[in-house]
Structures are given as structure tokens and as C-alpha cells.
């Protein structure tokens, strides 16, 4: 028997007939195992959050200069159960406090998103609460949410990942209109793959990000794909330019091309989410994803906020990388408009955003 739910703020789905009682008090414990961070988080009332806890795996693939599947999913069946300990006792909470369990069921590695979602029915079915499936690219949509409940919406979200680039328009909770997309590699793969290819190591934001700071954004001048042409982003030409360059000019500055190659970049996403926000009259423009936490991207990203006069949100680093916290926002959220997802539910890596329109 599911424990009766806190009193309070309900929400309701789209038809306005409320699904299932979620509260101020509702308290939730997400967990995030898309990729190669483990994550365990317990969130009161959607943007609450009285733990999170993210056990990182990025030494592990170091080594081998980007993610291993069958690594990573093993990592996460010895780091869950730990880390999902401490975040309990963070919060000061147990089993008997909580009222669902959400993890993230894709899109992601298969392998490490199975650990996940078992682990969270399992948890449901001891404790005889919900559990909620939570879909990874609609939780990095409430990480902005986590932080700024009170964020006005329609909102542009500039989700930015070593998986995806969008620009998604945020009507209301549940939602959302895809404006734009990559037509090729994301932003967040393009600055692995020339991180790799520069000799910066892995993972390759933070590396570009760090050496860049010495070089010269304007010493070479790499193409801007589609900088004109709508919504929709191209990255895979300017890695190939970089590649190109560096082989033509061997002795290039490596601290100039990581700067002009970021500088490309924050160009095209700025430029687009500004336009993007003028086009649909969006009271606020959000960043998200592991790129959000970018030195470039963030600082050129609240200047177009002002120059445009939107409301510009910023979440914390912490926040931009996959966490749990998100998983736990969301799923308040879902629990209200859905209900309970069924333990039949699977994990699905190719997982899509649901839209409307």
C-alpha cells in the first residue's frame, strides 16, 4: 500500500484533474546513473535539497581518454549502494521517510542505466513507495528549477552535453518544444574529440577550458557553421577545421587553438539562444548540461541575458553535470502530473524529450 501523501501544493496534468498528491513535504530519493557519475540525492518539495551526492568515475576512463561502457556500468553496481547510504544519511532520512524513488531511464549507456533503475525498483518495493522514471534531458531542464523555483516561465533552455545540444522552449511543467538541435557531433563531444586530439586529456571541456585561458580566442579564425541558418547547430566541420589547421601548422600555439576553437563555439550557442529567446518571447534565457559550466560560455551567455534584458539563470557547476538532485526535481514534478510510473517500466538509452506541437 502506497503511505498517504503530505498535504499541500498539488499538481495537476495538463487536463487539470490532478494524478497523484505531491506536497511541500513530499519527499523524494533520485538517482542518477545515465553515464559515469553515480548519484544519489533526496529532495523535499521539488527544489529542497537536503543531500547530493555524486561519485565521480572520470579517473577510471582517463586512461583510456573517454568512457567505457562496460567499465562504467560495473563501477556503478560497486558505487550505488555507498553512495545512496551517505545521501541518506545526510539528509538525516530513511526508507520510512520517503514517499517515491525516481532514477533516470535514458537516454544513456544501457548497462550503467539498468544498475539505476533496478536499483531504485528494488528500494520501491522494500519500502513500498512509487517509483518514478525519470527521463535524464527533462531533469537537466529542472536543474535550473532546483535552484530558482521561482523562475518564470516560458524559459529558452541552451541544454549543452558531451550528448546533445538543444534549444528547448519550456512552456509550463511537461511542456516542451525542440527549436533546435545538432545536426552531427554535440558541442560537449566536439571539445572531447579535440581535446584528444590537441593531447589535452580527458575529459576534454575542463582541459580546453583551463588552457585556453592562455591563448589568443582570436588567433585563428575557425569557421562558425550555420551562424545565420536558424536554430539548429553543426560542430563537426569545426572539429575537422581544427584538425586541419594543426596538421598544416604543427608548431600553432596549442593554448591559441583551444581559445579559438571555444571561441567558435561560444559564438554559435550564444548567438543562437539569444535569437532564440527574441523569437518566442521568452521572459528567460537558462543554461544546462555539463558544458554550462564552460568559463567562456557562461560569462558571454549572462551578457547576451542583459544586452537582450531577460532574466539570464546560471545554475551552480555542481548543478550543470549530471547529479540526482535534477532526477529528484523532476520526478516531483512527474509524480504529480503522471502518477507512479509501473515496475515494468525499462531503461531506454535512446530515450527523447517528450514535446508538444
Known amino acids: 500500500m502506497i503511505r498517504p501523501q503530505p498535504q499541500g501544493l498539488k499538481v495537476t496534468c495538463n487536463t487539470g484533474d490532478p494524478s497523484f498528491p505531491v506536497g511541500a513535504e513530499t519527499t523524494i530519493l533520485g538517482l542518477e546513473t545515465s553515464c559515469d557519475e553515480t548519484a544519489a540525492s533526496v529532495v523535499v518539495g521539488g527544489h529542497l535539497v537536503r543531500s547530493s551526492v555524486v561519485s565521480s568515475q572520470v579517473d577510471i576512463h582517463a586512461r583510456f581518454g573517454g568512457v567505457v561502457p562496460e567499465i562504467a556500468s560495473r563501477a556503478h553496481v560497486d558505487l550505488l549502494t555507498p553512495v545512496i547510504a551517505e545521501a541518506l544519511v545526510e539528509a538525516g532520512v530513511d526508507g520510512p521517510d520517503l514517499h517515491a524513488v525516481a532514477a533516470t531511464v535514458g537516454p544513456g549507456l544501457v548497462g550503467s542505466l539498468l544498475v539505476g533503475v533496478s536499483t531504485a525498483k528494488a528500494l520501491a518495493l522494500v519500502w513500498d513507495i512509487p517509483f518514478v522514471a525519470v527521463n535524464h ?7 535550473a ?3 530558482d523555483p521561482s523562475l518564470e516561465l516560458p524559459v529558452v533552455v541552451l541544454l549543452v552535453s558531451g550528448g546533445h545540444t538543444m534549444l ?16 552531427d557531433d554535440a558541442a560537449g563531444e566536439a571539445f572531447d574529440k579535440v581535446a584528444r586530439y590537441l593531447g589535452l586529456g580527458y575529459p576534454g571541456g575542463p582541459a580546453i577550458d583551463r588552457v585556453a585561458m592562455d591563448g589568443d580566442p582570436h588567433a585563428i579564425a575557425f569557421p562558425r557553421a550555420m551562424m545565420a541558418e536558424g536554430l539548429d547547430f553543426s560542430f563537426s566541420g569545426l572539429k575537422t577545421a581544427v584538425i586541419n589547421h594543426v596538421r598544416k601548422h604543427p608548431d600553432a600555439s596549442t593554448a591559441d587553438v583551444a581559445a579559438s576553437f571555444q571561441e567558435a563555439v561560444v559564438d554559435v550557442l550564444v548567438a543562437k539562444a539569444r535569437r532564440a529567446a527574441v523569437q518566442i518571447g521568452a521572459r528567460g534565457l537558462v543554461l544546462g548540461g555539463g558544458v554550462a559550466a564552460n568559463s567562456l560560455l557562461r560569462e558571454r551567455f549572462l551578457s547576451a541575458c542583459v544586452e537582450e534584458g531577460v532574466h539570464g539563470f546560471l545554475p551552480s557547476r555542481a548543478m550543470c553535470t549530471d547529479n540526482a538532485a535534477m532526477v529528484a526535481a523532476a520526478a516531483w514534478w512527474r509524480l504529480g502530473s503522471d ?19
Open 137 to 143: 534531458l527533462e531533469a537537466h531542464l529542472y536543474a
Open 145 to 147: 528549477l532546483v535552484e
Open 168 to 183: 528547448v522552449a519550456m512552456e509550463g511543467h511537461g511542456r516542451y518544444r525542440l527549436l533546435g538541435s545538432t545536426l
Open 339 to 357: 502518477g507512479p510510473s509501473g515496475l515494468d517500466h525499462g531503461a531506454d538509452p535512446n530515450l527523447r524529450l517528450p514535446l508538444i506541437g
